[in-house]
RNA sequence: GGCGCCGUGGCGGAGUGGCUACGCAGCGGCCUGCAAAGCCGUUUACUCCGGUUCGAGUCCGGACGGCGCCUCCA
């Protein structure tokens, strides 16, 4: 089998991936807190980790994904307050819409997407371990993780733990009275406050989960420990992964995953500043309010565009985001489209095989989509270069597959009879020297999302954005 | 301030010490009634300063600059 390496965050190297039992690869990636609509931003884990599903089933291995949703949150309950309504009705109306709007991405949906509100059971049990082996401990209510038992805390975002500060709590706890034992302890539970219109009952008192335990909980319940990839942003990676690791390092005496990938953030330049030595640009987030609606892009340029856009850049590296990045990312799929055409049924020429060949080993080497895409436009331009023999697209629909592209390779549809007409009308102006009659019509087919292209054997329609 | 990542041609963006990444944009040309698509060409880039090496964008040290995390955040 191909060796297939990833970054793992907590070596800071590359390590092979090793599936634990067969070709079993189980991903756990932290999915979005349902408070509002989602932002391109919070679509980058998905898209990446939905593409390293594709080619790890591509390398022939049985992958499980699972995206968790947070669905019992702070921002949920002020977001909620503020708009007058339910917090559970704000965040099953904004579930409906991330499912939505990441459904129009055209990547499948995840194959479980559990609910932090449909896995209290399993959270509290896990609480109650942790409590019961001495690494966590209920007052007043709450219950909070006893950090320095950990030995390794801290492993993982590779911090020394003296320069930590958990934050969270602080501020929310009585004036004057923080009930931890240690400042860097962090909340598994926390007490019902008065505002808050979701409760769960536990045994330590009625309250709701806090945020790092739901991870734990769910990625062992759908993974079991030790699974193959855990992911997510890299604004992640400390406190929040460092914290899932931690509580099921001391639940269970085991690592939770082998390895932990995390992908780079959107960069939104503002005033058009550039994306290097530039001073005023930012990570695209909500709290910044530089955001993009995902929806809205997906509606301007197309699911087509934003995944090229990301798969052409190497997943950990910060990504410029703004519309002119977008467009040339339309421009990049529409060369691939038009490459696409005039392509037959079969294999590829054998000569193009080692173009095929690099861009799989790109993706073998930590996911590199960049350097794959790379070949995959070298693979194109050697489809361009003139040859006897009709090439065949099976190299192209493989690898496009792969990066979830696979439509651009597919068929159009052909032309309607109303575009037939305008089509000879315009043969008609042509032959007749009425130029201007034959442009207009070729506009008229324009707008009807045909474009004209005269070739050596007369017109052809191609199908393009209206 | 601490930890981590990064600094490549007009822009974006790969890059395992030695051979054209790739894409987008612009310009010139071929083709064309004009276009589109495609093809050819486009004065050859690696922040700066040292070091290692026969040879460094690619390794080491330093400087400067940027980004992320350290507080909710994909």
Not at 45 to 71: A, C, M, Q, W
Not at 448 to 461: A, F, I, Q
Request: with cysteine; charged share 25%; glycine share 10%.
């Amino acid at each position: 089998m191909t060796t297939i390496r990833l970054h793992d965050t907590r070596s800071g190297e590359l390590r092979e991936l090793r599936p634990r039992d067969g070709g079993k690869v189980g991903i756990y990636a932290c999915g979005p807190t349902v408070y509002a609509r989602i932002h391109v931003g919070n679509a980058r884990p998905f898209v990446v980790y939905s593409l390293l599903k594709r080619y790890l089933e591509h390398e022939g291995l049985d992958v499980t994904l699972v995206i968790n949703i947070t669905d019992i949150n702070d921002k949920i309950y002020v977001a909620a307050e503020s708009l007058g309504v339910a917090s559970a009705d704000l965040a099953a109306q904004m579930t409906a819409h991330y499912q939505a709007d990441t459904e129009a991405l055209g990547l499948g949906r995840p194959d479980a997407e559990p609910l932090a509100s449909a896995t209290i059971a399993t959270i509290v049990a896990l609480i109650a371990d942790l409590i019961d082996s001495g690494n966590a401990y209920a007052v007043a209510g709450d219950v909070y993780f006893r950090v320095r038992s950990d030995a390794d805390y801290g492993s993982l975002s590779c911090r020394p733990i003296d320069e930590m500060n958990q934050g969270e709590d602080d501020e929310l706890s009585p004036v004057g009275a923080s009930l931890k034992e240690d400042p860097l302890d962090f909340a598994l539970w926390k007490a019902h406050k008065k505002g808050e219109d979701t409760v769960w009952d536990a045994p330590w008192g009625r309250g709701r989960p806090g945020w790092h335990i739901e991870c734990s909980a769910m990625a062992e319940q759908f993974l079991g420990v030790g699974f193959e990839i855990h992911g997510g942003g890299n604004d992640l990676v400390f406190p929040h992964h460092e914290n899932e690791a931690a509580q099921t390092r001391m639940a269970r005496g085991a690592e939770l995953a082998q390895i932990w990938m995390h992908n780079g953030m959107l960069q939104v330049p503002s005033n058009g500043a550039k994306m290097r030595g530039a001073t005023d640009q930012a990570k695209m987030a909500k709290s910044v309010g530089n955001v993009a609606a995902l929806h809205e892009v997906v509606d301007a340029f197309g699911r087509d565009a934003l995944i090229m856009l990301f798969v052409g850049a190497h997943y950990r590296q910060p990504m410029a985001f703004d519309v002119e990045r977008m467009k040339e990312a339309r421009a990049r799929v529409a060369r691939v489209r038009d490459a696409a055409r005039g392509l037959v049924d079969g294999e590829s020429p054998a000569q193009m095989r080692p173009l095929r060949d690099a861009f799989f080993a790109a993706l073998a080497e930590d996911f590199n989509t960049a350097a794959a895409l790379g070949a995959l436009f070298e693979w194109i331009n050697e489809r361009h270069k003139p040859r006897a023999e009709p090439v065949g697209r099976a190299d192209l629909v493989e690898m496009l597959s792969v990066l979830g592209l696979q439509n651009l390779a597919g068929d159009a549809g052909e032309p309607g009879p109303e575009e037939q007409e305008l089509l000879e009308r315009r043969q008609a102006a042509r032959a007749g020297r009425d130029y201007d009659e034959a442009d207009r019509l070729r506009g008229e087919l324009r707008v009807r999302g045909w474009e004209v292209r005269d070739g050596p054997d007369g017109p052809e329609l191609v199908r393009v954005e209206p």
